[in-house]
T-cell receptor, first 114, second 113 residues
Framework: GDSVTQTEGPVTVSESESLIINCTYS????????LFWYVRYPGEGLQLLLK?????QKGSSRGFEATYNKETTSFHLQKASVQESDSAVYYC???????????FGAGTKLTIKP | AQTIHQWPVAEIKAVGSPLSLGCTIK??????LYWYWQATGGTLQQLFY??????VESVVQLNLSASRPKDDQFILSTEKLLLSHSGFYLC????????????FGSGTRLTVL
């Protein structure tokens, strides 16, 4: 079946530093799955951060970026300068597009030190 | 605006007892509905999805069942809980038709003793 592997947490980064959370995927039924990053902020529900459905494209939101790389089957999440408010759990996810099966990674807990 | 409500917020149940968790979506007709489960420290696993009333597809077998008795309601249940059922259960909806952005409820924390 499909699988998503992401940076094992917890991850701690100092404010204003750069961040990368790695995500690689394996899709068994489709060559170009849809890719997502979801986020759960403390005390809030899980919500979409960004998504990319076309290989080679980049998605961005709240200063975060992720590029769909079909050669390396990766979708790493990056931010140039993190803020304390970015502390959350981040999940990479894969969708096959049409059959409603959406697979999540294990999540990466990110803590930003002030 | 669409809202999603899950109930209960938390449950503590005995092994072997029955369970029923619910989810209601308001403000969106004919959504796709999903149940996810996350064991403590584990991965978020898709359990079921439904694209229409009365039809539910199983993704992972965990001795649980799901039903969609109404367009806006999704129920997760079992007649006999196992210790391994403990965890966090999330309901979600999407627009369907390949638009896979999921909108999640606030979840139910289940502890089986």
């Amino acid at each position: 079946g499909d699988s998503v592997t992401q940076t094992e947490g917890p991850v701690t980064v100092s404010e204003s530093e750069s961040l990368i959370i790695n995500c690689t995927y394996s899709a068994t039924s489709i060559a170009y799955p849809n890719l997502f990053w979801y986020v759960r902020y403390p005390g809030e529900g899980l919500q979409l951060l960004l998504k990319v459905i076309t290989a080679g494209q980049k998605g961005s939101s709240r200063g975060f970026e992720a590029t769909y790389n079909k050669e390396t089957t990766s979708f790493h999440l990056q931010k140039a300068s993190v803020q304390e408010s970015d502390s959350a759990v981040y999940y990479c996810a894969l969708g096959e597009g049409g059959n409603e099966k959406i697979t999540f990674g294990a999540g990466t807990k990110l803590t930003i030190k002030p | 605006a669409q809202t999603i409500h899950q109930w209960p917020v938390a449950e503590i149940k005995a092994v072997g007892s029955p369970l029923s968790l619910g989810c209601t979506i308001k403000g969106k007709s004919s959504p796709n509905l999903y149940w996810y489960w996350q064991a403590t420290g584990g991965t978020l696993q898709q359990l079921f999805y439904s694209i229409t009333v009365g039809q539910v597809e199983s993704v992972v077998q965990l001795n649980l069942s799901a039903s969609r008795p109404k367009d806006d309601q999704f129920i997760l249940s079992t007649e006999k809980l196992l210790l391994s059922h403990s965890g966090f259960y999330l309901c979600a909806w999407s627009l369907g038709q390949g638009a896979e952005t999921l909108y999640f409820g606030s979840g139910t924390r289940l502890t089986v003793l």
